[in-house]
């Protein structure tokens, strides 16, 4: 505990560390905390997964708690926006257990559940608020939150927030945001539009960058294998059952570009007997929580899931991701790799692509700078590929996006991940918003699975 204790942290938070075995900071903690200690802005270019939660809730829990000032009705002293759901969920568990010594309070609202519950609990305001947009802005015209009172504030994902159509939205927080305050702008990269954004909200900010933009985890091995769409579902279910066998699969996130994809393919694990679960835009926030919950207990070992609705799920033990379909914006492969070799683990990413997707892997190879090694076809694949039914008809791209994403990932189609300005009903959201495994063997030929494909480490 010495680089903690030595930030002079309160000794309630440091309590709260030790109970978590927190010893050794990552790289964005300890660039981060130092200058946040002497409330100084910070622009910070980091993805999910560096620490980044620590960064900023440790230095502003001191803050506040040396400040500390009675609540004030419909109000909260820290703002954290997030762009989806289950990261504010995450964020705001990640806080609680920091301030769990404290006599701070930290509460989260997002849509998907009623409204009513969420302003019942801020009549007597809050210390900590963890919100997405949409419902945010909704609170604020219920008249049941003001920001004028906000001492801190945390933009996170803001790279995330503007491919949700949140622009609009966030311009709105800046308007209300009282000018004197702390504020903490993060972004796994930092394009101009980004940069644009970043200045309505710090100023003369420390910069922190704790890897370079567009980086894969250096301990993911990297595989492709050349599939038909129509054969796709009998591999994946092939190399899910062969590693469920060989125990060498925990848990398995899998990657589709749509939710009517995502839900078509747990539907086929199954029925090949693989339990599986679907979460998406729309699903309600019950059946989100309860998949992710049975996932994180490990009840569920595979997750079908869209790029949107990923965001935030950081679940220990992922040894496996899948790109069923490869993302048609090769920076969302980045991020869908970087959900496995957490924590010191090992991982592996395994890509099925079809004939029309091989534009879509040149941008990722070209984007990471690494060439993804070939996984030949199982020996067994044609006898599973007869034994499934063939689709009557494929789906076109367009017939997707209409209940999935678009080509910068923004969600579409009635009652899913909407876009800014479109609320669900009941007062919803304008938009979605361990010890190291084995490795992952792969079949297929000799010598294959003997080359990895790494570049630096995120984090």
Do not use: W
Request: glycine letters at 10%; a positive charge.
């Amino acid at each position: 505990m010495s680089y903690f204790s030595d930030l002079g942290l309160a000794e309630p938070i440091l309590r709260a560390l030790a109970a978590k075995g927190y010893t050794d900071p990552t790289p964005i903690q300890r660039q981060a905390i130092p200058p946040l200690m002497q409330g100084r802005d910070l622009l910070g270019i980091a993805q999910t997964g560096t620490g980044k939660t620590a960064a900023f809730a440790l230095p502003s829990l001191h803050r506040l708690a040396e400040t500390a000032t009675p609540r004030k009705p419909a109000s909260c002293r820290m703002l954290v926006l997030s762009p989806t759901r289950e990261l504010a969920a995450q964020i705001a568990d990640n806080m609680k257990g920091y301030a769990k010594h404290l006599n701070l309070f930290v509460d989260c609202v997002f849509g998907g559940v009623p409204i009513g519950k969420q302003a019942r609990r801020l009549v007597g305001g809050t210390d900590v608020l963890v919100a997405t947009p949409g419902r945010l802005l909704d609170l604020i015209d219920n008249r049941a939150l003001t920001l004028g009172r906000v001492e801190i504030f945390v933009l996170d994902e803001a790279d995330q927030m503007m491919d949700l159509g949140f622009i609009h939205a966030l311009k709105r927080v800046a308007a209300m945001l009282p000018a004197k305050r702390q504020s903490l702008f993060f972004s796994a990269t930092m394009p101009r539009s980004i940069e644009d954004l970043g200045r309505q909200f710090i100023h003369d900010p420390v910069k922190v960058e704790v890897a370079p933009q567009a980086s894969t985890a250096d301990r993911v091995d990297q595989f492709v294998t050349f599939v038909n769409q129509a054969e796709k579902q009998a591999l994946l279910s092939l190399r899910l059952r062969a590693l469920i066998a060989d125990k060498t699969l925990d848990r398995s996130l899998v990657f589709t570009r749509t939710k009517h994809g995502a839900d078509r393919v747990a539907r086929h694990l199954d029925a090949a007997g693989i339990p599986a679960r679907a979460i998406h835009g729309n699903k309600s926030q019950a059946q989100r929580t309860a998949a992710l919950e049975a996932f994180r207990q490990g009840a569920c070992p595979v997750l079908v899931a869209t790029d949107i609705a990923a965001r935030g799920i950081d679940v220990a033990g992922v040894s496996h991701v899948f790109n069923f379909e490869l993302p048609n914006v090769a920076e969302q492969y980045v991020h869908r790799i970087g959900r496995t070799a957490r924590a010191g683990a090992d991982g592996a990413a395994i890509s099925l692509c079809a004939p029309d997707e091989k534009a879509y892997l040149r941008d990722i190879e070209k984007l990471t700078g690494v060439k993804l090694t070939p996984l030949p076809l199982p020996a067994d694949f044609q006898a599973e590929a007869a034994r499934l039914p063939k689709p009557a008809h494929k789906p076109s791209d367009d017939e997707n996006h209409r209940g999935g994403h678009d080509r910068n990932g923004r969600g579409g189609g009635r009652g899913g991940d909407r876009g800014q300005g479109q609320r669900s009903g009941g007062g919803g959201e304008r938009a979605a918003d361990g010890q190291p495994k084995r490795r992952f063997i792969p079949r297929g030929g000799p010598g294959v699975g003997q080359h990895r494909n790494k570049v630096s480490r995120v984090s």
